[in-house]
């Protein structure tokens, strides 16, 4: 039985974008970013063409929607990942700190291609542009804080917390999704930037 192709007067005011975005997602996922196009998303969906250019003019606006809906998907992951960690005593705080990263880790292992879009060259890092995005930074903004709130982090390395954090961890991502490294190494890289954080 053929599918019928769906007008996007079919979809209640507002599914559509979401949906675009969803079909999306289902491509990069299976082929990767590079060849991403509005056609073939409208064509996954089943969609025209038009329909799908109404909520985005271009392939740049579509992929700053995917990109705000995983840096939102992102953050959400994390956050749940810290509550297994309650409390503000050093040994908490310490563990939820090694947690944003293997948050991370664990969802660039299962989603390469998303990774890849998110922080290869696809997407705009502006965060003036980007809520979502400033979101899931602010997590790490704020662990980094309670580190030195709780007295495991000096106070005169915390100006340094989020570029030596968000560059050691992205570097080790990396390299790790390319083959460079063993994924036995990213816990040996939490160590060497606890250590350059003077986190004890």
């Not at 509005?38 to 329909?51: D, H, I, K």
């Given at each position: ?135 899931s930074f602010k997590i790490l903004e704020k662990t980094l804080d309670e580190l030195v709130e709780c007295g495991a982090m000096p106070k005169k390395l915390r100006p340094y917390g989020e570029v ?34 003077g986190v004890r």
């Amino acid at each position: 039985m053929s599918v019928a192709r769906v007008s996007r007067t079919s979809y209640h005011h507002g599914n559509l974008e979401e949906a675009l975005i969803t079909s999306a997602i289902k491509l990069i996922r299976k082929h990767g970013p590079d060849n991403l196009s509005l056609r073939a998303v409208a064509s996954e969906l089943g969609v025209s063409p038009s329909a799908a250019y109404h909520y985005f003019p271009d392939k740049d606006s579509l992929i700053h929607g995917v990109g705000d809906h995983l840096f939102a998907e992102l953050t959400q992951m994390m956050e749940k990942s810290l509550e297994k960690f309650p409390g503000k005593n050093i040994k908490a705080t310490k563990s939820r700190f090694r947690e944003i990263g293997r948050a991370y880790f664990t969802w660039a292992s299962k989603e390469p291609n998303l990774f890849r879009l998110l922080f290869g060259g696809f997407c705009s890092m502006d965060r003036g542009k980007s809520h979502k995005e400033d979101s899931s930074f602010k997590i790490l903004e704020k662990t980094l804080d309670e580190l030195v709130e709780c007295g495991a982090m000096p106070k005169k390395l915390r100006p340094y917390g989020e570029v030596l954090a968000w560059t050691s961890v992205q570097g080790a991502v990396t390299l790790i999704l390319e083959g460079h490294l063993p994924k036995s190494s990213f816990e040996d890289l939490l160590d060497g930037l606890e250590l350059a954080l003077g986190v004890r």
